[in-house]
């Protein structure tokens, strides 16, 4: 699977986003003063807005749409319904649970395959998670997951 690869802070500079809420320190991110736009049309807002979703959760267009199209289907408002399958990713969760401190992090560790699900070795990191799934670390990578997570000083929340 393809990953976007861009500078960070220049990405969430055009996107008028917190790189906290990627994970990553905020420094450098007033490098240049803020360039006042022209008003935007509501196509435009709304496509900045897919973009920062698409942007946070590390995800490209055909996958977005797919997710989407999975949304769509499900019972419910579905702008929520796609939140939910977002935030159900594996990748996501690692990153939830403060195992990583990004979720490009994240993705890595599961993409080598230092973490199981439901006893099994998993290395796909767009995997979507059910209620009562079981994350577990292999026996090998414990040392490094402890230390990135002495390393993380976020707080785990609270629906994990």
Not at 3 to 31: E, F, H
Not at 106 to 114: F, S
Request: one cysteine or more; glycine letters at 8%; charged letters at 25%.
């Amino acid at each position: 699977m393809a990953i976007y690869r861009a500078p960070v802070l220049k990405r969430c500079q055009y996107l008028d986003l917190n790189p906290v809420v990627l994970g990553y320190s905020n420094k450098g991110s007033n490098l240049r003063q803020k360039v006042r736009r022209s008003k935007q049309s509501e196509y435009g807002r709304q496509l900045i807005e897919k973009q920062k979703v698409r942007f946070i959760y590390g995800v490209l267009e055909k996958q977005f749409k797919l997710i989407y199209l999975r949304a769509e289907k499900m019972t419910g408002i579905t702008g929520e319904n796609l939140l939910q399958l977002l935030e159900r990713r594996f990748d996501n969760t690692i990153f939830r649970l403060g195992l990583a401190t990004t979720r490009t992090q994240a993705r890595q560790w599961i993409n080598h395959g230092h973490f199981t699900l439901n006893g099994r070795r998993v290395n796909i990191p767009s995997v979507t998670l059910n209620v009562g799934d079981m994350i577990g670390v292999k026996e090998g990578s414990k040392g490094v997951i402890r230390q990135a997570k002495m390393a993380n000083k976020r707080s785990v929340a609270k629906w994990l």
